[in-house]
Structure formats: structure tokens, C-alpha cells
């Protein structure tokens, strides 16, 4: 009997001043709670969008792809999986690993790409933002400078004292002196080296 009485006694009680206060507490929960969720979800969005925008536009560094139809980011995709970059109409894979000329080479063509053709001073100056010694698709053939797509060489970005043709055997070319705009220097094409092979992709 006791505790019916109790229990009687505590429901009929009219709300206290500290039941009110527990009321607003648990609102005050649930709006937080609320709250942060909405910030939560603001911040997946934001790194969502930002991943994806990584993932397909970071590597084209002048900005061409923004430009790029649904099929041409998905022809693009593998190459910028693969670390290549977009610069002004061609993709660039500049390597990690060192190989002597012919190798570099056959390392570009096994990927329907060849060694850099440096047709512009522009892509020359692009060459030269990776401050790296790297093979370029220039060669001595038959006495003549010659680029790999059997171009003769016209404008050209020699070293200081390059090439030196005293020395024998310099037969291939890297990019070298990246401080200066002349970068090129003459190389025995038995020495390894990085290299830089370009894939022509116009628009
Ligand atoms: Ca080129
Ligand atoms: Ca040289």
C-alpha cells in the first residue's frame, strides 16, 4: 500500500521548475545534435566535391580540362591515374625511374606515346617547371639533330657550352640546366636518366 501511495503522489505531482529545466535541456540536446549532424554533412559534401575535382582536373595544369565533355574526362581518366599531366593539347608522363635513351623511349611508345617533341617555347618553359634532368625525343641520326617524329630540329634551347660535340658519342639530349631557359645538354645515351614522354591529345 505504501507504494501505491507513493506512486500516486509522484504522478499527480504538477511539473517542478527542475522537470521544465530537464525539458529544455533535452531540446537543447537535440537541436545541437542536429546541428553537428548539419555540419557533418556540410564538411562530406565539401570533401566529396573536392576529392572528385583531385581526382579528375588537378593534373591539367592550364586548366583545359574544365572545358572537357563527360567522354573526353573518361578518355582522359587512366592517364591522370597514372600520374600523366595536360599542358596545351598533349598529355606528359615524367618518370620516377631512370633508364638510359632507348629504354626511356621504348617505355613512352609501349604507351602509344613518344618522347617529348619540343615544338614551342612554351612547352619548352613547361619542360623546365619540373626542375629535373630528363631525356627529350631529340637524337644525332645520320649527322643531323633529329626529333623522334623524324622532324629536323629548328629552334633549339642549347646549355652554356652545349652541345659539346668535342665529346664523342653525345648522341641524345636531356633537359638539364632547369635554372636557366637553355636547358638542353648533349649525353651519351647509355647513361640513364629520367624522361619525359608526350602523348598528343587535341581537343
Ligand atoms: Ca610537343
Ligand atoms: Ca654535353
Known amino acids: 500500500m505504501a507504494h501505491r501511495n ?8 504538477p511539473k517542478t521548475p527542475s522537470s521544465s529545466s530537464n525539458d529544455q535541456k533535452w531540446l537543447r540536446l537535440v537541436l545541437l545534435s542536429f546541428g553537428l549532424l548539419c555540419i557533418l554533412q556540410a564538411t562530406l559534401n565539401v570533401t566529396l566535391r573536392i576529392f572528385l575535382s583531385t581526382d579528375t582536373n588537378a593534373l591539367d595544369l592550364d586548366g583545359t580540362c574544365k572545358n ?15 600520374n600523366w599531366v595536360y599542358f596545351n593539347t598533349s598529355l606528359y608522363y615524367i ?42 625525343g631529340l637524337t644525332m641520326t ?25 665529346l664523342e658519342n653525345e648522341d641524345c639530349v636531356e633537359s638539364r640546366f ?23 591529345m587535341p581537343l
Open 95 to 136: 618518370s620516377t625511374a631512370k633508364r638510359n635513351w632507348e629504354n626511356s623511349r621504348r617505355f613512352c611508345m609501349q604507351r602509344n606515346a613518344d618522347l617529348i617533341v619540343i615544338n614551342s617555347k612554351q612547352e619548352q618553359e613547361f619542360v623546365r617547371t619540373f626542375h629535373r634532368f630528363m631525356w627529350i
Open 142 to 166: 645520320q649527322g643531323k639533330w633529329m626529333w623522334v617524329d623524324n622532324t629536323p630540329l629548328t629552334t633549339s634551347y642549347w646549355g652554356p657550352g652545349e652541345p659539346s660535340m668535342n
Open 178 to 200: 632547369f635554372e636557366v631557359e637553355h636547358t638542353w645538354n648533349d649525353l651519351k645515351c647509355e647513361d640513364i636518366n629520367f624522361w619525359i614522354c608526350e602523348k598528343i
Open 6 to 13: 507513493i506512486n500516486m503522489e509522484y504522478v499527480n505531482v
Open 68 to 82: 572537357f565533355t563527360v567522354k573526353k574526362k573518361e578518355d582522359f581518366a587512366p592517364f591522370f591515374q597514372d
